[in-house]
T-cell receptor, first 115, second 110 residues
Framework: ETGVTQTPRHLVMGMTNKKSLKCEQH?????MYWYKQSAKKPLELMFV???????ENNSVPSRFSPECPNSSHLFLHLHTLQPEDSALYLC??????????????FGSGTQLSVL | DAKTTQPNSMESNEEEPVHLPCNHS???????IHWYRQLPSQGPEYVIH???SNVNNRMASLAIAEDRKSSTLILHRATLRDAAVYYC???????????FGKGTKLSVKP
């Protein structure tokens, strides 16, 4: 148990659906991250939030829309996804953004399948 | 981005020590060396990190070469639960984010 909780653990959706992934941490961290892990590929950083402000968007398509209503919660809203978006989506948090002497705490991820 | 090189896979026997190597010849002076591991169906888990000196914690030890161009993660007694992909990552002045490579897949035999 890392203190970062992601729901749901598994999600199957059609290409026309709209769904949301949720991440929650009560570690007192101020930075939260979304990563994508496709089969047999390294983790890719998608978005970074610091103190509820989006500070990085790594050329992610607009069909992925993040939201950070407060420092404890992070959402990833999904709409009109493609089959190639099927992947494990991981949320992480750290005390401070980009603090190289800090640790990242990851959730267990949401395994997403787009049909 | 400063890069790391790790073997794709390694095997170990249960209850024996494991030495996981990592080369990072282009490391800069401000880069920390981080190790994470990812168990099957889980998110990555922090293992250890260091800058110049060797580091020990309850999970593992990190041995850093004097010139900092390589490091070794040491698991003192491998268990079956240590079977995972181990990532060696440089995080510091040359890049702002924790960038994962392909890692080393460790298999532990009973």
């Amino acid at each position: 148990e890392t203190g970062v909780t992601q729901t749901p653990r598994h999600l199957v959706m059609g290409m026309t659906n709209k769904k949301s992934l949720k991440c929650e941490q009560h570690l007192g961290h101020n930075a939260m991250y979304w990563y994508k892990q496709s089969a047999k590929k390294p983790l890719e950083l998608m978005f970074v939030y610091s103190l509820e402000e989006r500070v990085e968007n790594n050329s992610v398509p607009s069909r992925f829309s993040p939201e950070c209503p407060n420092s404890s919660h992070l959402f990833l809203h999904l709409h009109t996804l493609q089959p190639e978006d099927s992947a494990l989506y991981l949320c992480a948090s750290s005390l401070v953004k980009f603090a190289t002497n800090e640790k990242l705490f990851f959730g267990s991820g949401t395994q997403l399948s787009v049909l | 981005d400063a890069k790391t090189t790790q073997p794709n896979s390694m095997e170990s026997n249960e209850e024996e020590p494991v030495h996981l190597p990592c080369n990072h010849s282009t490391i800069s002076g401000t880069d920390y060396i981080h190790w994470y591991r990812q168990l099957p169906s889980q998110g990555p888990e922090y293992v250890i990190h260091g800058l110049t000196s060797n580091v020990n914690n309850r999970m593992a030890s990190l041995a850093i070469a004097e010139d900092r161009k390589s490091s070794t993660l040491i698991l003192h007694r491998a268990t079956l639960r240590d079977a995972a992909v181990y990532y060696c990552i440089l995080w510091g002045g040359s890049q702002g984010n924790l960038i994962f490579g392909k890692g080393t897949k460790l298999s532990v035999k009973p």
